[in-house]
């Protein structure tokens, strides 16, 4: 792999929405892993688009890694 899956080596975040925004970057770095291939991942995203079954699982997918960011920042530093 020619990617760093997580950006900066961290997850802490200055806010929630910087928290959000990472979020959605380690959910679009996870599926690059998953299928390298630009040009296969450019062909799905007509399958996918068309589809609310797999838009509501990109975005449970997007959930799942903003909680953990969350938890890594201590819910952005209330609970420290």
């Known amino acids: 792999m020619s990617f760093a899956l997580v950006p ?3 997850l802490i975040t ?9 979020a959605f970057k380690l959910a ?8 390298p291939d630009d040009a296969i991942r450019g062909k799905l995203r007509d399958v996918y688009a068309q589809d609310p079954a797999m838009l509501m699982a990109a975005g449970h997918t997007v959930a799942i890694e903003f909680a953990t960011i969350a938890a890594a920042n201590h819910y ?5």
Do not use: M
Request: charged share 30%; no cysteine.
């Open 76 to 80: 952005w530093r209330g609970r420290e």
């Open 28 to 35: 679009r770095l996870s599926i690059k892993a998953t299928q």
């Open 14 to 22: 200055a806010t929630p929405e910087e928290g959000r925004q990472l």
């Open 8 to 10: 900066g080596n961290t």
